[in-house]
């Protein structure tokens, strides 16, 4: 299941998790058409990666601060965290086999 990021819970949910294993975030918005077709690609990434890895989402409307403070510029962005830093990228849609490959390697 994919995990919802706020202001108040990334830094505890996201980054300090990713210091035991990788967290990607998806910086989207609601009224983001290519955020909306991600969506589903996340669900099956979170799905075959199991616990792994946690994958979440984090809408830039409502936390605007941690997208600025990650230099979020266009939607939708996804970051992999490790160690409680970036350690990996992506703007536009995603595909599940690229993104659970890269989980995979950051595991």
Known sequence: ?????????FV?????VSKTKPVLVDFFAVWCGPCQMQAP????VSEA???KAVVGKLNVDE???VAQKFGVM???TLIIFKDGKP???FVGVQMKDSLL???TNLA
């Open 101 to 103: 490959a890269d989980l």
């Open 74 to 76: 266009s939607i939708p």
């Open 41 to 44: 690609i996340l669900d099956q």
């Open 12 to 16: 505890a949910e996201a980054l300090e």
């Open 63 to 65: 936390a605007g601060d």
């Open 49 to 51: 990666i199991g616990d």
């Open 1 to 9: 299941m994919t995990k919802q990021f706020t202001s108040d819970n």
């Open 87 to 89: 350690a990996k990228q």
